[in-house]
């Protein structure tokens, strides 16, 4: 990358941008609707994130360039002797930028973030249709250790 990649918290002005990345996929055209304007419901999503301490809806930049954005939530277990967690959703890089060790640096930063806030674990899930998804993450160490669950409502 010809510019260093910077991290921050999103801001509503990121909005735009970050919905169009959700979007910018397979999977993500199903689910998203990046429109102009953006529904309402993204920036009441982003209010509630941005309200509440622990999440982080975080970005990464070349310059003053949106080109990645992750979410961070976590959260205290009585499990593991009363400790806390990480997780990791809504990974996604720009297009453009795909391949050049942006995700990678995001996912890195995510775990600085969680060892700064005492987490013993960084946990995230990914839809199995996104095997290169899957690859990525076992590469960075993350391993398949328990079988997810969702129930759609």
Not at 5 to 13: V, Y
Not at 90 to 117: F, M, N, P, W, Y
Request: aromatic share 6%.
């Amino acid at each position: 990358m010809k510019s260093e990649l910077k991290f921050r918290t999103a801001t509503e002005h990121d909005l735009v941008k970050i919905v169009a990345m959700l979007a910018d996929d397979v999977l993500g055209s199903k689910r998203e609707r990046y429109e102009n304007p953006l529904p309402d419901c993204y920036t009441d999503a982003f209010h509630a994130i941005d309200k509440d301490p622990n999440n982080e809806l975080v970005v990464a930049c070349i310059e003053d360039e949106v080109v990645g954005v992750i979410q961070i939530t976590y959260t205290p277990h009585i499990a593991r002797q009363g400790g806390w967690r990480a997780t990791i959703e809504g990974v996604r890089t720009s297009s453009s930028t795909r391949g050049k060790g942006v995700g990678s640096q995001l996912i890195q930063d995510a775990i600085q973030r969680a060892k700064e806030r005492g987490c013993q674990l960084v946990q995230l899930t990914s839809d199995k249709e996104r095997k290169d998804a899957i690859r990525f993450y076992e590469k960075l160490g993350f391993k398949a250790s328990h079988e997810g669950l969702k129930l759609q409502l």
